[in-house]
RNA sequence: CGGGGUGUAGCGCAGUCUGGUAGCGCGUUUGUCUGGGGGGCAAAAGGUCGCGGGUUCGAAUCCCGCCACUCCGACCA
């Protein structure tokens, strides 16, 4: 899947001007850099450029997943109401979107998929000998809920990883939780976030007794975390007792903002008791597994990359999240060598499996800074008659993960496919 | 769902109070000059002024109803 592709034909609305309605840096940023567009109230489309950033963030994890013996699959959006009366939820929870069918029966447009996987678990699961084991699906979710935020922080249709496992004991739960955890922050650092921390969190709708949120520490947040120099942390709604002591130590709690970018919980057997999913266990019996669930915003952390890593011109991508690695971008002349060079090398680079894009425009500089600023390919070439002169390409660099300080400005004309490729792996 | 706000050209807005033939900036198209951080000049295209009803000789403007969007709150990956 090697993108490559002229500016002029990305089917991408930048816009110039101000973005109306948009409340957080980030949202303005996805809005102005044409990442997404507002198609309903708390419902976006990711336009192509916004939809290969989050590939890349579902592909990240995918493969943390696969790491700690995920397997994928893919459930149903829709669902008939029927087992989610089995577990209550169906009345229990507010946010579910219920729709009829035209003879009548009762649908849900699923908000997290607890009740759908232990249908097919059930169904599977006969023997302790096929435990344990985590499915996961990364997906469309809807939630009705009442209030939409800044953009992909808050909406009401979002892509969602929710991963479930399924457990003999409580010890191999924990177990697996852990990996689990483990592997969110490995994911969180490789899409280039920095700021992320854990936290006990209460388990909602959820159900089960011990859940964490992992977070990002942002201004921009919603949520109000409270933490410790002992090491205590949770987040508002569990410990909104006296919110100003450390319930472990004592001493003063700080109380910081942050966006919620994943879910973990240790949901025990409700769902496996109220849908009677049993097992025959080693001794012979009967018995009831106890699972686990593991859910990340995948949208939403698009939105808070977006959020903690920008400047005022636009995002900064690490090399695993940029839609595009290379920007090559020709400055006119008049005597009409830049723009061959740069479609040259935008060929050339091509047909190596780099992902490029080119702005041979007809436009004047600063328009294309501006718009690269906003596409943020981490590693930019300008083809110009200045560099040219000494058989030179510039070359700049749009990532804040690397020290770039000691790699080159310019790049020779005749060996820049090599170098570029060095460079591709030095900032990886 | 409560409380505010906004709907006028692709985007951002003025005009509404005080009714009288639809405006500005940016973008788009054409020409031209320019050419390293969103440039200049000239011309052009583009609107049932959110929708429905009412008042009036006449409604973007006044009245009634509805819808959408948005901000703050309650709710949550």
Request: aromatic residues 8%.
């Amino acid at each position: 899947m090697v993108k490559k592709m002229r500016i002029e034909n990305l089917c991408v609305n930048r816009l110039y001007g101000d973005v109306a309605g948009a409340t957080t840096r980030g949202h303005k940023i996805a809005v102005k850099g044409g990442y997404i567009y507002q198609t309903f109230q708390g419902g976006y489309t990711l336009t192509p450029l916004g939809w290969s950033v989050v590939r890349k963030i579902e592909n990240i994890i995918r493969e943390e997943m696969n790491n700690i013996d995920g397997q994928e699959m893919l459930m149903p959006v829709v669902c008939g109401a029927d087992l989610w009366k089995e577990t209550g939820r169906y009345d229990s929870m507010d946010n579910i979107a219920k729709f009829k069918s035209r003879s009548g029966a009762d649908y849900v447009i699923c908000p997290t998929h607890e009740e759908v996987v232990t249908d097919y678990a059930r169904s599977v699961i006969k023997s302790y000998r096929q435990m344990p084991f985590m499915v996961y699906q990364i997906q469309t979710k809807f939630r009705d809920e009442l209030r939409v935020r800044a953009g992909l922080i808050r909406t009401r249709e979002f892509i969602m990883k929710d991963g479930y496992s399924f457990h003999e004991t409580q010890e191999d739960l924990e177990k697996y939780y852990k990996r689990c955890f483990d592997a969110y922050y490995k994911i969180y650092k490789r899409c280039g976030l920095k700021n992320v921390t854990d936290v006990m969190s209460a388990t909602g709708d959820m159900g089960g007794k011990i859940a964490h949120e992992f977070q990002l520490i942002n201004e921009m947040g919603e949520d109000t975390l409270y933490i410790c120099d002992c090491g205590f942390r949770a987040n508002k709604e569990l410990e909104e007792t006296d919110s100003s002591v450390c319930p472990k130590c004592g001493k003063q709690l700080n109380k910081v903002r942050g966006i919620e970018i994943g879910n973990i919980f240790q949901l025990g057997k409700k769902y496996t008791d109220s849908m009677h999913m049993t097992y025959t266990a080693e001794d012979g019996t009967e018995k009831t597994p106890t699972m686990g669930c593991y859910g990340i915003g995948v949208s939403r952390v698009m939105a808070a990359i977006i959020e903690e890593s920008a400047d005022d011109n636009g995002p900064i991508w690490n090399m695993a999240t940029a839609p595009f690695t290379v920007e090559v971008i020709g400055l006119v002349d008049k005597e009409n060598k830049t723009m061959p060079l740069a479609e040259k090398i935008y060929n050339d680079l091509k047909s190596e499996g780099i992902e490029v894009l080119l702005d041979a425009r007809d436009n004047r500089a600063g328009e294309k800074f501006a718009d690269a600023d906003l596409i943020a390919a981490p590693i930019r070439l300008i083809v110009s008659t200045k560099n040219l002169a000494n058989n030179q390409i510039e070359v700049k660099y749009r990532v804040n993960d690397h020290d770039t300080s000691d790699l080159p400005n310019t790049i020779d004309v005749n060996n820049y496919v090599d170098t570029i490729k060095d460079l591709i792996s030095k900032l990886s």
